[in-house]
């Protein structure tokens, strides 16, 4: 039992990962219906510019650790940093690459989208070179221990901040006029102009949020495994575009929901079956529910679509 | 004769080679109610996709108050006071009744994501401003009683409703209807003219595209008649009526 429970911990912790950057995709495509498959790169890039604005703040991979109010306030700077500039990344990739495509064949910006990915992954494979590069862990972590379960500070981080991040963009979709600009652009985008609503200002904020989402993602990321590598964002791009059909691409909650189940699959299937089964499980939960229930767990029942 | 509100100038719309409208002037008077009618494929709604900016016109002006609109993004032609409905309804299906009404207005109030977390005064007035002129525009259409409803779950000639009272929500000074009585029945058709002529009496020019000529007759002042793009007749509904080239367009020659 307690095994099964620490499993279901890491689970959750490496889920809200996931289901962190299930949102950029689920979000994209309920508003331009386009698999963004450069996003996962985007989420690789969070992890780099965290290195890059780490280093520039003195702090290295030498395992220094910083303690206190201090090393909470860079890590907030840091992750802060990271969102915008990856926010920023997101609007640009959606300005050059697809806007144009907007109304092409669906498959035009698809292949630009992976025209995209290749192009992030070569400039990060140039920037940092080709193999695994060290995260900071500059945060202390201590560890909390609740019968036989162990939680340390850095997958209560990744819970914390990936369900914090969830409930502030449920409540600016659903409360904030540029929320609901969002929502009514992807029920209807025409129709939404016509309204008066500025449809290519909403998409950019889309990327943007969906993007600065990745960024977020690509700093806990970088907590939790300590290493990063400029292939990463390929798998997890992946395994997150596969939580946000599973919870029902285009629908917010259910990207959430499919994220954390595909995180508890992973890890209930490495420590129940092998660690060199979950690529399988994970990508067979794909193509079955692709097969069998396109529209996703909670699918179009709930009008989240945004 | 005062300067019309709404002046079409010389307009051409052509999808390769198609010329899908030609050289059509056309001008609607402030106050008025004007009818486009012609054939299936005469161009109308291009004209309203055109006026709205969803196309560009190859050639010709589109003025607004003396002010072209031609080039202009269609939430810009709706900033500057032009709404519509559209032919196959497109409300916000996933919305409540009240939400759509009030959705286009709320992208448009000063509240921040700030405001909006804090529940500050400011944004408790906007938010309450525009849902009380949802509700009064809502039961100027009759629909009241559905506001929280889904859009989706409305039927067919409420959606109709809920398009038009959508539209009206930003106070605009033109109001184009595209078959605003498609599929309805004799009773809604009538209570559909009464709705327009209360539009028209709220000080709002409407300009629509109708197929049920007995509706066009009723309450149009101005009809303007298109066939393959170009006007072919305009004037007040009894000289429509009677000219023999819209008795050509619409029933073939020796009809």
Known sequence: MAIFLQQLINGIAQGGMYALIALGYTMVYGIVELINFAHGDVFTLGSFLCIAILALLGVSASGQIIAGWQGALIALLVVVLAALLCGVIGVLIERFAYRRLRNAPRLAPLITAIGVSFLLQGVMRNWKGPSEISFPQFLPNPTFAFGGVHIDLRELLVVIVSILMMVALQFFIYNTKLGKAMRASAQDRDAASLMGINVNTTIAWTFFIGSALAGVAGFISGMYFGTTMFTNGYQAGLKAFTAAVLGGIGNIAGAMLGGFLIGIVEAMTAQYISDQWTNVVVFSILVLILVLRPSGLLGEQLPEKV | ?255
Do not use: C
Request: aromatic share 4%; hydrophobic share 45%; no cysteine.
């Open chain 2, 1 to 255: 004769m005062s300067a019309p509100l709404l002046a079409i100038e010389g307009l051409t719309k052509r999808f390769g080679g198609l010329t899908a409208v030609k050289e059509l002037t056309m001008h609607v008077e402030a106050g008025s109610i004007s009818s486009l009618i012609g054939p299936n494929g005469a161009g109308k709604s291009t004209v309203f996709n055109v006026i709205t900016g969803i196309y560009v016109p190859t050639a010709g002006d589109i003025k607004l108050g003396g002010a072209s609109i031609v080039g202009r993004k269609p939430h810009q032609v709706a900033a500057a006071g032009i709404m519509r409905t559209f032919q196959n309804i497109r409300l916000f299906a996933f919305m409540t009744v009240l939400e759509n009404v009030m959705v286009g207005e709320q992208t448009r109030m000063h509240a921040t994501p700030l405001d909006s977390a804090l529940r500050t005064p400011r944004a408790q007035r906007e938010e309450r401003a525009v849902s009380e002129r949802a509700l009064e525009l809502l039961d100027f259409v009759g629909l009241s009683a559905q506001s929280e409803q889904w859009a989706r779950n409305l039927p067919y000639g409420m959606q109709r409703r809920l398009e038009i009272a959508r539209a009206l929500a930003p106070n605009p000074r033109v109001l184009l209807l595209d078959e605003p009585a498609a599929g309805a029945n004799p009773v809604e058709k009538r209570e559909l003219m009464a709705l327009v002529r209360a539009i028209r009496d709220r000080g709002v020019t409407v300009v629509l595209i109708e197929h049920d000529m007995k509706l066009v007759m009723g309450i149009s002042d101005r009809v303007t008649v298109l066939d393959y793009g170009e006007k072919i007749s305009e004037g007040d509904p009894q000289s429509v009526r009677r000219d023999p080239r819209v008795i050509e367009a619409y029933l073939g020659k020796g009809a």
